[in-house]
T-cell receptor
Framework: RKEVEQDPGPFNVPEGATVAFNCTYSNSVSQSFFWYRQDCRKEPKLLMSVYSSGNEDGRFTAQLNRASQYISLLIRDSKLSDSATYLCVVNFYYGGSQGNLIFGKGTKLSVKP | NAGVTQTPKFQVLKTGQSMTLQCAQDMNHNSMYWYRQDPGMGLRLIYYSASEGTTDKGEVPNGYNVSRLNKREFSLRLESAAPSQTSVYFC??????????????FGPGTRLLVL
């Protein structure tokens, strides 16, 4: 099984803090990368895709380092509503329609007032 | 659009009982998936259907069967439930088969307890 490893957390931070999550993946086969967010007792939802050049969406910045097989998510100016579990997801793609979406176990973030 | 819907939301079974989890999507997606999520584990793929009429095993298919009834519906059947199948089951769909940059959209989940 291809592995995706994340910081286990939990991360407990005050409002306004900057927090970073890391994720490593085990295989260099052609892939695509994502961060999903999962609220307590809810379904996962896509937060953002991760592109080779890095990408930003408001307070969220995602970075990819293929050489080190490492993905990161940075959240600036944390809000109470950011409290959730963040899932690192890697799509190991073998060509055609063959591939496998592997989810990390998730990192729990709790933002306190 | 309702997106991805799942029924039932909760279910309690006794060991050996059978049941079918239903999933439907109204986004005209080609691909559909069944995952299970257990405490301390990531989501694990049970089965997927890249397109109508096809199904393939995922990482943990043992004890399950699936049917892609039509483009909208993808059901998961437990023929003889075991306590090890106690889990939260998520159905998902995506526009393209696994391998692209497609986003997967998840249903709200079914919480299953097998006694």
């Amino acid at each position: 099984r291809k592995e995706v490893e994340q910081d286990p957390g939990p991360f407990n931070v005050p409002e306004g803090a900057t927090v970073a999550f890391n994720c490593t993946y085990s295989n260099s086969v052609s892939q695509s990368f994502f961060w999903y967010r999962q609220d307590c007792r809810k379904e996962p939802k896509l937060l953002m895709s991760v592109y080779s050049s890095g990408n930003e969406d408001g307070r969220f910045t995602a970075q990819l380092n293929r050489a080190s097989q490492y993905i990161s998510l940075l959240i600036r100016d944390s809000k109470l509503s950011d409290s959730a579990t963040y899932l690192c997801v890697v799509n190991f793609y073998y060509g055609g329609s063959q591939g496998n979406l592997i989810f990390g176990k998730g990192t729990k973030l709790s933002v306190k007032p | 659009n309702a997106g991805v819907t799942q029924t039932p939301k909760f279910q309690v079974l006794k060991t050996g009982q059978s049941m079918t989890l239903q999933c439907a999507q109204d986004m005209n997606h080609n691909s559909m998936y069944w995952y299970r999520q257990d405490p301390g584990m990531g989501l694990r793929l049970i089965y997927y259907s890249a397109s109508e009429g096809t199904t393939d095993k995922g990482e943990v298919p043992n004890g399950y069967n699936v049917s892609r009834l039509n483009k909208r519906e993808f059901s998961l059947r437990l023929e003889s439930a075991a306590p090890s199948q106690t889990s939260v089951y998520f159905c998902a769909s995506s526009e393209e088969p696994v391998g692209g940059r497609e986003t997967q959209y998840f249903g709200p989940g079914t919480r299953l307890l097998v006694l």
